[in-house]
């Protein structure tokens, strides 16, 4: 066979493949049914096609797909055992038996919303394209050329019950030469040529956006995110000349042009993340956001590789992150914040007694109206604080509450010869420790009040000013009271979480300590605020982490070894993981948003304390809560490795207690005789977790594997001073967002 009919050959058998793509897989149901009348193991159909098993796993749950050519090979192994097997006659059910009796009309079935450009609207008539062939790396998310099957639509990152306003999902990714690339691997033709005729067009024909998460809320604005190509076409500089205020100068003809036809900006103009908009008018609302991939919108740090991906592979993550958290509107941590307010609006309609019309009011649970903080809570900025104290003044622990996440080190002089003698650092890390802190937390709905001499109640969220300098610890242990973990002096302001944890200690150990407040900031009206963000987060971060083949009651050997590769089996799913993570942290970070501008002076209002959602408080709660879990934690394994218990009256540990060495946040390292958790984690008797310490999992508040490193260079760390926790993966934590 000459070269150019064997290359001519090869070309042929992609296109077959490709079609054996697109005519479907089996019902995930199916497949495990296929499967088990073969009497084949998972294990087994994973060998013959090279796959891992947890692979094998989520095609049968049908969480994920097959790529080519994994895809065609699994298709051959299901026709073959369909022949062998197939699915047993069901006796019909009457209304079954009915309809096999009625006349088969030529009614077509109608497709998922999510996949159909049937479902265009004569008023809206969006025209869907067939592009060449995208490469075979984004196959899974864009080789729709025609409405998906209906497995397909079901299984793409849609709503469980499509709004047919927004039949082609939250947003679209545009590329140079007219496709839109939509969730589910629909694309759409977008004629448009520049800013203002791509949001009407996003706006009358599209049929873009999303469902309001709450009754009360409000409706996700379309999304258009503009690549590098589609910026070009429409008129846009590759890169911002403004790298202070990132956004296009006033004078910019896209800027002029979205003035002239009656559209407005922003306060922040149009920058990496835009919103071109015109006021409500009869309760309607008329804006479309825009994500610039090329002016940095997807911050690597919180999205890791995303804005790299092919047009239609970047549809396929950003709507996913739209569906199970919500629709970007900006950085992770603002997209945090608004899926706080999405959840518990601030308002919600009532009826006005009086006039008997239907007003706006107060949401019960929610934030309702912006608040100042206590003094002590506020950041040196606030005015509450410059109003209090001349400028420059540096405030002490009696004047400034301080609850921030651990970072401390142990005094290399305190390790044991025991200690010494175990060869590895071993660091392990909580997931999302700061959504876990959320759960089920009381915070503060209103003001504080100012309480003098208040009896502690654990219940009240607020600060409260005590000293708890009276409890000794361990000195090998950090003090939980501190960021630092060096012992307080004197009177100190803390939160609630942290008093109550106080009370624990001295109940649990005997400590002979008496814990009087002095003073309280106090907020007698409180909720679990962040409950919904809490489940709806975490029930994102567990289902990315099943897509990528991690989930819950994995035995512990399997889970740390599929989470030594399972970034490796998605990219596109691990960057939707990174920007989750991100919002929980970035969310948080938000309540308590420090001013922005090089204008900006000291004792000024800035525009983020006008918002509901701007609480030092909360952030200080759920930061406060996060650090006594982890010491509470770091307790419970120490008393679990050690063979006598400590005397009462006492927060001492024997030698051979097992204790950490570093903590980062939600890093702790130990010194280990093995170089995984597995190697130095307590266990019962019965080989179980011991109760109360770390277990590994991947449930938010359980702990996956950090790093492993040499006990020399843990050491050598120590004693220059600088934290083992932050370099435990052979990396910087910070510079990886962790």
Same mark, same amino acid.
């Given at each position: 066979?000459?070269?150019?009919?064997?290359?001519?050959?090869?070309?042929?058998?992609?296109?077959?493949?490709?079609?054996?793509?697109?005519?479907?897989?089996?019902?995930?149901?199916?497949?495990?049914?296929?499967?088990?009348?073969?009497?084949?193991?998972?294990?087994?159909?994973?060998?013959?096609?090279?796959?891992?098993?947890?692979?094998?796993?989520?095609?049968?749950?049908?969480?994920?797909?097959?790529?080519?050519?994994?895809?065609?090979?699994?298709?051959?192994?299901?026709?073959?055992?369909?022949?062998?097997?197939?699915?047993?006659?069901?006796?019909?059910?009457?209304?079954?038996?009915? &309809? +096999?009796? %009625?006349?088969?009309? *030529?009614?077509?079935?109608?497709? @998922?919303? =999510?996949? #159909? $450009? /049937?479902?265009?609207? !004569?008023?809206?008539?969006?025209?869907?394209?067939?592009?060449?062939?995208?490469?075979?790396?984004?196959?899974? &998310? +864009?080789? %729709?050329?025609?409405? *998906?099957?209906?497995?397909?639509? @079901?299984? =793409?990152? #849609? $709503? /469980?019950?499509?709004? !047919?306003?927004?039949?082609?999902?939250?947003?679209?990714?545009?590329?140079?030469?007219?496709?839109?690339?939509?969730?589910?691997?629909?694309?759409?033709?977008?004629?448009?040529?520049?800013?203002?005729?791509?949001?009407?067009? /996003?706006?009358?024909?599209?049929?873009?956006?999303?469902?309001?998460?709450?009754?009360?809320?409000?409706?996700?604005?379309?999304?258009?995110?503009?690549?590098?190509?589609?910026?070009?076409?429409?008129?846009?500089?590759?890169?911002?000349?403004?790298?202070?205020?990132?956004?296009?100068?006033?004078?910019?003809?896209?800027?002029?042009?979205?003035?002239?036809?009656?559209?407005?900006?922003?306060?922040?103009?149009?920058?990496?993340?835009?919103?071109?908009?015109?006021?409500?008018?009869?309760?309607?609302?008329?804006?479309?956001?825009?994500?610039?991939?090329?002016?940095?919108?997807?911050?690597?740090?919180?999205?890791?590789?995303?804005?790299?991906?092919?047009?239609?592979?970047?549809?396929?993550?950003?709507?996913?992150?739209?569906?199970?958290?919500?629709?970007?509107?900006?950085?992770?941590?603002?997209?945090?914040?608004?899926?706080?307010?999405?959840?518990?609006?601030?308002?919600?309609?009532?009826?006005?007694?009086?006039?008997?019309?239907?007003?706006?009011?107060?949401?019960?649970?929610?934030?309702?109206?912006?608040?100042?903080?206590?003094?002590?809570?506020?950041?040196?900025?606030?005015?509450?604080?410059?109003?209090?104290?001349?400028?420059?003044?540096?405030?002490?622990?009696?004047?400034?509450?301080?609850?921030?996440?651990?970072?401390?080190?142990?005094?290399?002089?305190?390790?044991?010869?025991?200690?010494?003698?175990?060869?590895?650092?071993?660091?392990?890390?909580?997931?999302?420790?700061?959504?876990?802190?959320?759960?089920?937390?009381?915070?503060?709905?209103?003001?504080?009040?100012?309480?003098?001499?208040?009896?502690?109640?654990?219940?009240?969220?607020?600060?409260?000013?005590?000293?708890?300098?009276?409890?000794?610890?361990?000195?090998?242990?950090?003090?939980?009271?501190?960021?630092?973990?060096?012992?307080?002096?004197?009177?100190?302001?803390?939160?609630?979480?942290?008093?109550?944890?106080?009370?624990?200690?001295?109940?649990?150990?005997?400590?002979?300590?008496?814990?009087?407040?002095?003073?309280?900031?106090?907020?007698?009206?409180?909720?679990?605020?962040?409950?919904?963000?809490?489940?709806?987060?975490?029930?994102?971060?567990?289902?990315?982490?099943?897509?990528?083949?991690?989930?819950?009651?994995?035995?512990?050997?399997?889970?740390?070894?599929?989470?030594?590769?399972?970034?490796?089996?998605?990219?596109?799913?691990?960057?939707?993981?990174?920007?989750?993570?991100?919002?929980?942290?970035?969310?948080?970070?938000?309540?308590?948003?420090?001013?922005?501008?090089?204008?900006?002076?000291?004792?000024?209002?800035?525009?983020?304390?006008?918002?509901?959602?701007?609480?030092?408080?909360?952030?200080?709660?759920?930061?406060?809560?996060?650090?006594?879990?982890?010491?509470?934690?770091?307790?419970?394994?120490?008393?679990?490795?050690?063979?006598?218990?400590?005397?009462?009256?006492?927060?001492?540990?024997?030698?051979?207690?097992?204790?950490?060495?570093?903590?980062?946040?939600?890093?702790?390292?130990?010194?280990?005789?093995?170089?995984?958790?597995?190697?130095?984690?307590?266990?019962?008797?019965?080989?179980?977790?011991?109760?109360?310490?770390?277990?590994?999992?991947?449930?938010?508040?359980?702990?996956?594997?950090?790093?492993?490193?040499?006990?020399?260079?843990?050491?050598?760390?120590?004693?220059?001073?600088?934290?083992?926790?932050?370099?435990?993966?052979?990396?910087?934590?910070?510079?990886?967002?962790?």
């Amino acid at each position: 066979m000459s070269p150019e009919q064997e290359e001519l050959f090869a070309s042929v058998d992609a296109l077959l493949e490709q079609v054996t793509a697109d005519d479907g897989l089996p019902e995930p149901a199916e497949r495990r049914r296929l499967r088990k009348a073969a009497g084949l193991s998972q294990e087994q159909v994973a060998r013959a096609l090279d796959v891992r098993r947890e692979s094998v796993t989520s095609w049968e749950a049908g969480r994920s797909e097959p790529r080519p050519p994994k895809r065609a090979a699994y298709l051959r192994l299901l026709d073959g055992l369909a022949a062998r097997h197939p699915e047993p006659p069901r006796t019909p059910e009457p209304d079954e038996s009915a &309809a +096999a009796a %009625a006349p088969v009309t *030529a009614a077509p079935a109608t497709p @998922a919303p =999510a996949a #159909a $450009p /049937a479902t265009v609207t !004569p008023a809206a008539p969006a025209r869907v394209t067939a592009p060449p062939s995208p490469p075979a790396a984004v196959r899974p &998310a +864009a080789a %729709a050329r025609r409405p *998906a099957p209906k497995k397909e639509a @079901a299984r =793409a990152s #849609a $709503p /469980a019950a499509p709004d !047919p306003r927004f039949a082609h999902g939250p947003l679209v990714v545009l590329d140079g030469d007219t496709n839109a690339y939509c969730v589910g691997g629909l694309i759409l033709d977008c004629p448009a040529k520049d800013i203002v005729s791509l949001v009407e067009w /996003a706006l009358n024909e599209a049929q873009l956006g999303a469902a309001r998460l709450h009754r009360s809320g409000k409706d996700a604005d379309p999304l258009v995110v503009l690549t590098a190509a589609a910026a070009e076409r429409l008129g846009l500089p590759a890169v911002l000349e403004d790298r202070r205020g990132l956004r296009l100068a006033e004078d910019h003809p896209a800027v002029r042009q979205i003035t002239r036809a009656k559209w407005k900006l922003t306060r922040r103009g149009f920058g990496p993340w835009a919103r071109v908009y015109r006021p409500a008018q009869s309760g309607q609302r008329r804006c479309v956001q825009f994500a610039v991939l090329p002016w940095g919108a997807l911050d690597a740090r919180a999205w890791g590789s995303a804005g790299q991906l092919p047009p239609a592979e970047l549809a396929r993550v950003l709507g996913a992150y739209a569906t199970r958290v919500i629709t970007p509107r900006g950085s992770t941590a603002v997209s945090g914040l608004e899926l706080m307010t999405a959840l518990r609006p601030p308002t919600r309609a009532v009826k006005d007694p009086h006039s008997d019309a239907w007003v706006s009011g107060p949401m019960p649970g929610s934030l309702t109206e912006p608040v100042d903080p206590a003094p002590p809570e506020a950041p040196d900025e606030h005015p509450v604080v410059a109003a209090l104290y001349p400028r420059g003044h540096q405030r002490t622990p009696d004047e400034v509450l301080d609850e921030e996440a651990f970072d401390w080190i142990r005094d290399p002089q305190l390790l044991t010869d025991a200690e010494c003698a175990r060869p590895f650092a071993v660091g392990i890390d909580v997931n999302t420790a700061f959504l876990a802190a959320a759960n089920r937390l009381v915070v503060g709905l209103g003001a504080a009040v100012h309480v003098a001499a208040p009896a502690f109640d654990k219940t009240v969220p607020g600060s409260w000013l005590i000293d708890l300098s009276g409890i000794e610890m361990d000195p090998r242990l950090p003090n939980p009271f501190t960021p630092h973990g060096a012992r307080p002096q004197g009177a100190a302001w803390y939160t609630t979480p942290t008093v109550a944890y106080a009370h624990e200690l001295v109940a649990a150990h005997g400590l002979p300590v008496g814990l009087t407040p002095l003073e309280g900031w106090l907020r007698p009206d409180s909720g679990s605020y962040l409950d919904p963000w809490y489940k709806r987060l975490s029930e994102a971060y567990k289902e990315t982490m099943a897509d990528l083949g991690i989930e819950p009651g994995m035995d512990e050997g399997q889970f740390l070894a599929a989470m030594e590769t399972y970034k490796e089996n998605d990219p596109g799913l691990a960057a939707l993981l990174s920007a989750i993570k991100s919002t929980v942290k970035g969310g948080i970070g938000k309540l308590r948003e420090r001013p922005q501008g090089a204008g900006y002076r000291p004792g000024e209002r800035w525009p983020a304390l006008e918002r509901p959602t701007w609480r030092p408080d909360i952030r200080a709660a759920v930061i406060s809560t996060a650090r006594v879990n982890m010491h509470r934690k770091l307790v419970k394994t120490a008393l679990a490795t050690q063979q006598a218990s400590a005397p009462w009256g006492h927060l001492r540990f024997a030698d051979e207690a097992l204790l950490p060495v570093a903590l980062l946040s939600d890093c702790a390292v130990y010194f280990s005789d093995g170089p995984a958790p597995l190697d130095f984690l307590p266990r019962t008797a019965e080989g179980k977790p011991a109760p109360g310490t770390f277990r590994l999992g991947v449930s938010p508040g359980m702990v996956k594997h950090e790093g492993t490193q040499e006990l020399l260079w843990a050491v050598k760390m120590l004693d220059e001073g600088h934290n083992p926790a932050r370099h435990i993966k052979g990396t910087d934590a910070a510079i990886d967002g962790e």
